[in-house]
């Protein structure tokens, strides 16, 4: 064998390895390798290709992001027509759909597949012997646009299917931006002063009307197939959720919500179930779409005017509603930042009453042209928090007022300023400003840092206003006669309080740091550094360079760190918490550590001798890694009262499972489940 064939053999198998890596992470949600093991392949592969730059071909897993950017789109027709979907806007017009359907079949019983209705931006990928060759937005229906060199950039998306496929395949599927990935872009977006996008449909549709492919490999895109174009061969399959597993099996992702019902009772069933999982879902979504299973009686239904009379759409009520702005407050944060708040004429979206929406900053409110009387679009999706998506320019009244953010603290009247960069501005106050000292007292006392049972943000204003407390360290010097002279405050919830606050005593040190505030110390980095330093005095002396050798701290944060300690008071403020009786166990690597050092575990369903948080820490404490979902790489499942589909999963896969008395023997005894 020459040299050139075994390098073309060795990337083969590289390539032919990682494909089947995409189709446990995506496909089947099961990944079975570490991130970093995955980096390794590519970079192996990356490494190889650079060598044999000829045996690199257009569809290899290195080749997401095509070089050059495109002058134009062009234009692909569809040679099957992407259909549309008709609506139903409440029960009775499913019960309609689905009594139109017995009578044209005249059949008593239909069962339905009933899927999510993502709210993304539907394409078409076509497939020619397993490779991928064409990726083309709906357009009209007839004629779309060449995404290719977008869509190609979509990790979730196989550049190559697995197994024997038809010479031709196309699949219908839906490009969305997940909420986690909307949420930080337009975050990321908003604080360098830039445009944000309304939702996530949006999201989708604008990442992949780039021109340069490289802008669409930073937006976090994703896809569920969901139907069929051209194919050169029939499939063996009778039903859709048959044809939905096929194409799983070559690879393609498919959305793991979708289920088979039957009549009108089971959609409406599910359109019940998916609603109330809504909020918690990943991906946003506007409905769900019932699709006859039977291939046969679909093709039996045909269609009108461009869409199934086999399927139909089952809208949600909108996250979008109209409402009035009544003033714009200025709120000051724990770290200073000034943000413009609307106080709205309270209306009903997404399941709550909103009367509050944060305007982020002078730029968004300059850009949406926000005035103080308009009428706006409110929008709420999943837990996060209200938006204004635009003015109703058409209400506006003839009586509006433009808003400016002051250019003096509104609190303490010190000096504001604008980080560079950055489109936020920051009152320079510092803990001199009694809205800082406010929230600082508020994340101090917060669950995820020390943890005081009882002391949430109305109680926290209470005692500041009251003169109690300035600081943390007031908190440790409440005296119970001046507790029992608040107002809704009896001898009862006084020494309660008094109790959690000495509780909040003994605490850990990656929750102390969180307390402190640090800037851009977060849960995580704060857990980080407690680990890495082990010591309270490690951290407070480290320079720069030290700092940033823990995994989660850059420059930037490193430089928040520092500058922290730096403050005499902020050192004072440290030291006397710690005289007034706050501590945490000293850190030592036991051998108990190390015992579940590689192990990794999913916690589900409710715990009733503690928290999921608890529950996460103590596995923490004792090395163990705590993830999401279930894969072969999972050690334990641990499964509380009403576990999900978790236990099912681990089941499936040969993971343990462990119930509640057994997860604590664990905790005691981890040596003894190594
Ligand atoms: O999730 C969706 N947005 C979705 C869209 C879905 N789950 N199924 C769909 N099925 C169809 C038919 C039945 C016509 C093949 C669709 C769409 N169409 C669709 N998306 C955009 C226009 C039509």
Not at 339 to 357: I, S
Not at 531 to 555: C, N
Not at 646 to 666: H, I, M, P, Y
């Given at each position: ?442 994340h101090y006392a917060s669950r995820k840092a020390m943890d ?176 999401g979902s279930v894969s072969k790489n999972t050690n334990y ?38």
């Open positions: 064998m020459s040299e050139k064939e075994s390098a073309a053999l060795h990337i083969n198998a590289l390539r032919e390895e990682i494909r089947e890596h995409n189709y446990l992470y995506y496909v089947l949600d099961s990944p079975d390798i570490p991130d970093i093991e995955y980096d390794r392949l590519m970079r192996e592969l990356e490494n190889l290709e650079a060598q044999r730059p000829e045996l690199i071909t257009p569809n290899s897993p290195t080749q997401r992001v095509g070089a050059e950017p495109l002058a134009a789109f062009q234009q692909v027709k569809h040679t099957v027509p992407m259909l549309s979907l008709n609506n139903a806007f409440n029960e009775q017009e499913i019960n309609d759909f689905d009594q139109r359907i017995k009578e044209r079949l005249d059949l008593q019983i239909i069962t339905y597949v009933a899927e999510p209705k993502l709210d993304g931006l539907a394409v078409s990928l076509r497939y020619e012997q397993g490779q991928l060759v064409q990726c083309a937005t709906r357009g009209d229906g007839q004629t779309g646009e060449d995404v290719t060199h977008n869509v190609k950039t979509i990790h979730s998306v196989p550049l190559s299917l697995r197994g024997k496929v038809p010479d031709i395949l196309e699949v219908r599927g839906e490009v969305f931006m997940p909420k986690s990935g909307f949420e930080k872009y337009n975050q990321q977006q908003i604080a360098a002063g830039e445009k944000a996008f309304a939702n996530p449909r949006n999201a989708a549709a604008g990442s992949l009307r780039q021109l340069d492919p490289k802008i669409t490999a930073k937006r976090p895109l994703s896809i569920y197939i969901y139907g069929l174009g051209e194919i050169s061969a029939e499939l063996e399959v009778s039903t859709h959720y048959e044809l939905l597993q096929v194409l799983k099996e070559f690879g393609l992702p498919v959305c793991p919500e979708i289920q088979v019902v039957e009549n009108p009772e089971g959609c409406l069933a599910y359109y019940q179930q998916l609603g109330e999982k809504r909020n918690a879902l990943p991906y946003e979504i506007d409905g769900v779409v019932f699709k006859v299973n039977e291939i046969a009686l679909q093709k039996r239904m045909g269609f009108v005017s461009r869409a199934p009379r086999w399927a139909i759409a089952h809208k949600f009520p909108a996250h979008e509603e109209l409402t009035k702005i009544l003033d714009i407050d200025v709120q000051v944060g724990r770290t200073g930042a000034l943000t413009p708040v609307a106080r709205l004429e309270p209306v009903f979206v997404g399941g709550v009453t909103v009367t509050n929406a944060t305007l982020h900053n002078q730029d968004e409110i300059d850009r949406k042209d926000i005035r103080i009387g308009d009428t706006v679009i409110i929008r709420r999706a999943g837990d996060v928090i209200p938006q204004i998506v635009s003015v109703v320019k058409s209400r506006r009244p003839k009586k509006t007022q433009t808003f400016h953010l002051p250019e003096r603290c509104p609190i303490c009247d010190s000096d504001v300023e604008r980080d560079e960069g950055e489109a936020i501005v920051r009152c320079m106050g510092g803990l001199f400003c009694s809205a800082q000292q406010k929230e600082a007292i508020k005081i049972d009882g002391l949430g943000d109305k109680l926290v204003e209470q005692l500041f206003d009251a003169d109690l407390i300035k600081n943390v360290v007031d908190l440790y010097q409440l005296p119970i006669a001046d507790l029992i002279k608040l107002e809704r405050m009896g001898e009862k919830s006084a020494s309660n309080l008094l109790q959690a606050i000495e509780k909040s005593k003994h605490t850990t040190l990656a929750h102390f740091l969180y307390a402190l505030g640090i800037r851009e110390v977060g849960e995580s980095t704060a857990r980080a550094l407690a680990e890495h330093f082990k010591s309270l005095p490690a951290i407070m002396v480290a320079d720069l360079e030290t700092l940033q050798s823990v995994s989660d701290v850059g420059p930037i944060v490193a430089k928040h760190i520092e500058t922290f300690f730096k403050q005499a008071h902020n050192r004072e403020v440290v030291e006397k918490l710690i005289a007034a009786g706050v501590n945490w166990p000293a850190i030592v690597v036991s051998s108990a550590k190390q015992a579940l050092e590689k192990k990794t575990f999913v916690l589900t369903g409710t715990l009733s001798s503690m928290g999921r948080d608890e529950a996460k820490a103590k596995l923490q404490t004792l090395g163990g890694k705590v993830t499942v641990i499964a509380g009262s009403d576990p999900g589909s978790k236990v099912a999963k681990a089941e499936k896969l040969g993971v343990k499972v462990l119930d509640e008395t057994e997860f604590n023997s664990l905790l005691e005894h981890p040596e003894e489940f190594v």
